[in-house]
């Protein structure tokens, strides 16, 4: 598993020059409301570029609560929106989200729940729903695999290799060398299930449905065959 407070140092060096990535936190962020009084969680904040592309779309009276487990990250994120009075940065992570319960209109998350254990999913949908409010909107974005089985299934394998393959080159293509070896350099983690825990879209879907969640959608991001997708969708109004 990765040293995340040391990472917090070359995150948005390595990570900022994957097109993909950039895409992915563009096309979350279409998703939000545009304006309006906001709470919005960014849930696994790390540097804070999720919250950097919601303060630069959303208008009217936005505050949001940028939750890591992380204290590098929490530290990075702080410092850059130390003179922004609608950043709230806290520690919390999946399973225990600061809030008393329906505090938040949004909840964004990129790249953090595929952390989670398996046996922990539910716990985690129902605590994205117990902190979301009735009509609330849910964007999660993360790589997905297309097979769901036991770690040494060879077709879980396979699919999860050319996954990270296909986009480490595409990195490289594009300039990201870096992130294409931090991409290759998690490749036993994902295998192994080893603090990286990839599933498909699908049983993410399923998880959300049971705890409560309605019109949900899956929505891929090119290139889709490397597995980003977002999935949306909302706490039924009371």
Not at 178 to 201: F, H, K, R
Request: glycine share 8%; proline share 5%.
């Amino acid at each position: 598993m990765a040293d995340w407070d040391t990472f917090s140092e070359e995150y948005d060096r390595i990570f900022l020059e994957n097109p993909q990535y950039m895409e992915t936190l563009r096309r979350m962020v279409a998703f939000a409301p545009m304006t309006g009084k906001l709470k919005v969680l960014d849930l696994g904040c790390g540097t804070g570029n999720v919250t950097a592309f919601l303060l630069e779309r959303l208008e009217g009276d936005v505050n949001v609560v940028a939750v890591d487990p992380s204290p590098g990250m929490r530290d990075k994120c702080s410092a850059r929106f130390d003179e922004v009075g609608a950043v709230d940065v806290r520690d919390g992570n999946a399973l225990d989200i600061p809030g008393a319960g329906e505090d938040y209109d949004c909840i964004f998350s990129n790249l953090a729940l595929h952390h989670v254990r398996p046996e922990q999913r539910p716990d985690c949908a129902s605590e994205l729903f117990r902190v979301l409010r009735p009509g609330g909107r849910l964007v999660y974005a993360d790589m997905f695999c297309d097979v769901d089985s036991d770690p040494e299934d060879p077709v879980r394998v396979k699919d999860i290799v050319d996954k990270h393959i296909g986009v480490a080159l595409y990195c490289l293509d594009h300039g990201a060398f870096d992130m294409m070896q931090v991409i290759l350099s998690t490749l036993p983690a994902d295998i192994s299930a080893d603090g990286e825990y990839l599933t498909t879209g699908e049983v993410w879907k399923g998880l959300l449905e049971d705890a409560g969640f309605v019109e949900l959608e899956l929505h891929g991001v090119p290139p889709e065959e490397f597995g980003v997708k977002i999935i949306t969708g909302r706490k039924a109004a009371d």
